[in-house]
């Protein structure tokens, strides 16, 4: 186990002092368009693998702005997997020194177009996929945003619990949406965002993303209501969001978890529920009850752990010689569809997968770029986002704990490593 200690530098940390988050709606959005945005910022910045996150003072605010592009006073940080993962291992990191961090809520101090649609002073969820732009990483006062990647946050919901959702939300949207083709229109006049990309140039799109984006599911294919999703590893963020989008779609849907350390109580507070949960305990009695629940219906999944639990949803969803597909009967007289005739499985794996070849199986991978590099794609998402927090449509991830200040980061993650954040988020309060 690797601890960070905080690295200050030469110069003295001159702590804000800011008790934002205890303010009202109105004392928060008053006199805003007197703000006076500063030239040097806190930030943390990372100056190498396999180090610690440094606080500096004197971090230059990003004084040009593009015309699609806003800038935010940072209230507070969502800390995701990849905050610590990536400095361990060594990958996620394209520049040095290194701003990180990937969502954040916050207040909108300036605009580059007045006709963008938003102005000084809202309150304001930040989703930052762009990792490769440090003037829009989480982990300092200031943060550059597309105006396309922002939501409205609600007046009643605080900033800690504004910033647990960004990234979880945009995972699950775009794994289902994209991936899996599913169609969320017919929630709250949600986007097909399978069709939005299909209508986009794709000469327009990165070049990464075109194998993913190639791999349509047919019109035929796409999930309707009563189909079955299975996520494996129930327990993150981006698998409770995933599994409330999937049931606003009207998918039926499974999470695979550890029922003595979650048991039924994550998603208790939600109104909208899995059907089913499994213990993930004895994998292969997991495989049995997912069989024996998903047969017949076309069948898709999520995996949100590594290979090896990729490996048995394949297992479980994929056909075996033990699980023959049910057959039509022979004397039947009604319409047949063909619903019942072998299926082929798609599977999304947020991490790592196995390389497994079937006829009947297609695994994706998230083209999480077309958030932040297609404004329709963008748009889209953050626009449903803001009506269904408006609605009070979906949950917010659980606060599992909260740190205080930039100079908590280090400690925070920490807690992160040791697996102390299970179930919901860390966040820091600014």
Avoid at 170 to 183: E, M, N
Avoid at 257 to 283: F, M, N, T, W
Wanted: net charge neutral; aromatic share 6%; charged share 25%.
């Amino acid at each position: 186990m690797i601890t960070w200690f905080l690295s200050r530098g030469q110069k003295a940390v001159k702590l804000l002092s800011r008790s934002n988050s205890q303010r009202s709606p109105a004392a928060q959005t008053k006199g805003e368009d007197d703000y006076i945005v500063p030239t040097t910022q806190q930030a943390v910045l990372l100056y190498g693998a396999h180090q610690p996150y440094q606080l500096v003072e004197d971090h230059p605010v990003p004084a040009d702005l593009q015309s699609d592009e806003v800038l935010i006073e940072n209230r507070a940080i969502g800390l995701n997997p990849i905050d610590w993962r990536g400095p361990d291992f060594g990958f996620g990191i394209p520049e040095l020194p290194q701003v990180a961090g990937r969502e954040l809520s916050g207040l909108l101090v300036r605009t580059a177009d007045e006709r963008c649609g938003w102005t000084k002073g809202d309150r304001v969820i930040a989703i930052s996929t762009d990792y490769r732009d440090s003037r829009k990483g989480a982990y300092q006062d200031h943060v550059v945003a597309k105006s396309y990647n922002i939501v409205r946050l609600p007046s009643h919901v605080s900033f800690e619990q504004g910033s647990t959702i960004g990234v979880a939300f945009v995972t699950a949207a775009v794994a289902l949406g994209i991936c899996l083709s599913v169609d969320f229109t017919v929630f709250d006049n949600g986007p097909d965002v399978r069709q939005v990309v299909d209508d986009l140039n794709a000469d327009s799109l990165p070049e990464d993303v075109h194998k993913e984006i190639a791999q349509s599911i047919l019109s035929q294919d796409r999930p309707e209501t009563g189909d079955w999703f299975v996520i494996w590893g129930g327990s993150s963020t981006s698998a409770i969001l995933s599994a409330q989008l999937a049931k606003l779609a009207g998918l039926r849907v499974a999470v695979v978890l550890d029922v003595a350390k979650h048991g039924s109580s994550l998603y208790k507070e939600h109104s909208v529920k899995p059907d089913l949960v499994i213990d993930s305990h004895d994998p292969q009695r997991a495989i049995e009850i997912i069989r024996s629940c998903t047969r017949g219906k076309k069948r898709f999944g999520l995996d949100t752990i590594g290979k090896e639990t990729t490996a048995f949803l394949i297992d479980a969803l994929c056909k075996t010689p033990s699980t023959p597909e049910p057959q039509r009967p022979e004397d039947s007289t009604s319409d047949y569809t063909g619903s019942l005739l072998p299926r082929h499985v798609h599977i999304v794996a947020l991490c790592s997968a196995p390389k497994i070849q079937r006829s009947d199986l297609t695994i994706h991978t998230i083209p999480i770029k077309l958030f932040h590099e297609s404004p329709e794609v963008g748009k889209a998402l953050t626009m449903w986002l803001g009506r269904l927090l408006k609605n009070n449509a979906v949950a917010y991830p659980k606060i599992i704990g909260v740190g205080d200040g930039l100079s908590s980061i280090n400690a925070s993650l920490d807690k992160m490593r040791r697996g102390e954040i299970s179930g919901g988020k860390m966040v820091i309060k600014l």
